[in-house]
Every structure is written in structure tokens, then in C-alpha cells.
């Protein structure tokens, strides 16, 4: 059963049903807007709800997929409808296991958190269950996540915290990159849809190149790097432009505002919006 059947929940039930790990009949989703459960129902064929007590009472897995600021509306709709032996699976950004087991009244939850290229199968999420999640919720957990792509257990939930920063908004930090590089070459004198598939194709074979290597970026990076050649030219242009730092500072930026929501969520507020570092 889901709470919040948005993009991400749907990465999850597709990648559910690709792994053939259920089938449609024995998924619940639920969500507020009459027109998203309409949807939901008509592509991918599970059965619908906008009562999330009565769908979670007959779930024995719960995935909490809603927004951070109307977490503290949803559980107590759940609180006393979650059977002793269901597994519950929270990926809502900056939610602690500790409010999560409090205002659910239910201690085997699990924290997670995906990215976006979940919704193709090559995601990475990173996950922290509570002590009460036994090892069959493990199992669970990782067939689950696996079907979105890798996943990585840790045993500090706080590097759950960490991840959002990282792997969680990571995706955004490429996208602009890819956006920026399009642009760029665009501005050089590319057709776009030639500078497009010139730096999708540049960005995944420099993935997959670094993926495969059993060395360090910088080592990679030095084999084309000639001295007085373009590839020196253009990295002392993004020295100048302080690309490390800014990158550095992006992602602080997303970890400050994860304990933004964590802290607001643990005090039982609704979240605000970001207050500055």
C-alpha cells in the first residue's frame, strides 16, 4: 500500500510490477485528488483509495510518499491502523525514524531515500531501518529498493540525512550541468538536438568510464588533460569560477535544508520555508 502516489511512489509500483514482485491487484494507492487516483488506476491498474486508515489497516507494507509539510497531517490517519507486523517505508525528505515511529505509533520503519533515476531502474537509494525491523524486513527492504535500482544500507541514519544532499538532489546538480554543457554548445553553433545527444553521450560515457575504472576521478581526468592543450584551458576557466566550491556549497545547501525539515518535523510543526544558513 502507498500514502501519496506521486512520481517517485509510482517509480516504486513500476518497479514492483517490472520485477513481477506483486501484482496490481495487491497494490493500494492512495491520494487526495480524485484525477491522480483516476490515473493511477487506469495506467497501471491497482486498486484506489483516498481513505488512507482503511487502506493501511489491510497492508502488511506501507510506503509513506507524501511531502514533508503534510507528513504531520497523514499520521495520525495512520496512527492505530497499522497491524503490529507491517513493514513501513518512509521517503519523505528530512522525516526522522524517531517522528516517523512516534506519530505513527509504530517502531519498525524504515528511512530511505531515492532519486530520480528510479523512475528508469537506475536509481541509488540509501536506507536505515529502526532495530524493530527484523531481517525478513530487511529482505523485504532490499528486494524492494533493488527493483529501483542500487541500494545501500547504513547504520547511522543521520548518512540518510547526508544522502539527500548527495544522491537524493544529486540528479539535480547533473541536470543543470547537462543543461548548462547543451547550452554552451549551442552557443558555439550546434543544432540543439546535436548539442543534446553530443553531451547526454559525453556525460554517460564519462559515468560508465569512471564506473568501470579502478582509479581516482582526478587520475582519469589527467589522462586528457595535456599541458597547454583545451582540456587545461577549460579547467582553469572553471577553477576561476569557483566550480568546486559552488558545487560544494549546492550541496551543503540541500543537507542544511534536509535538517531544516527534520528538526521542524521532530518539533511537530509544519515545515517553513528555508531560513538562512
Known sequence: MVVGAGA?????????????????????CTHPRRARREDMEHRLGVRVSSDNRAAAAAADLLVISVKPQVLRRVMPELKGAIAPGTLVLSIVAGASTRTLGEGL???????????????????????????????????????????????????????????????????????????????????????????????????EGSTEFAA??????????????????????????????RFRTVLADAVWAAYHRTRQLEQALDRGVPPGPPQPR
Open 8 to 28: 517517485m511512489a509510482e517509480a516504486i509500483v513500476g518497479g514492483l510490477f517490472a520485477r513481477r514482485l506483486v501484482s496490481p491487484d495487491e497494490v493500494t
Open 212 to 241: 568501470q575504472s579502478q582509479r581516482h576521478p582526478s587520475e582519469l581526468r589527467d589522462m586528457v588533460t595535456s599541458p597547454g592543450g583545451t582540456s587545461a584551458e577549460a579547467l582553469a576557466a572553471l577553477e576561476r569560477g
Open 105 to 203: 505509533g509504530h517502531p519498525a520503519v524504515v528511512r530511505a531515500m531515492p532519486n530520480t533515476p528510479a523512475q528508469i531502474g537506475r536509481g541509488m537509494t540509501v536506507w536505515y531501518p529502526t532495530p524493530e525491523v527484523d531481517e525478513m524486513g530487511r529482505r523485504r527492504t532490499r528486494q524492494l529498493l533493488g527493483a529501483l535500482g542500487e541500494e545501500l544500507e547504513v547504520e547511522d541514519e543521520e548518512q540518510v540525512a547526508m544522502a539527500t544532499a548527495v544522491s537524493g538532489t544529486g540528479p539535480t546538480y547533473t541536470l543543470l550541468f547537462i543543461e548548462s554543457l547543451v547550452d554552451a554548445a549551442v552557443h558555439l553553433g550546434f543544432p540543439r538536438h546535436l548539442a543534446r545527444k553530443l553531451v547526454l553521450s559525453t556525460v
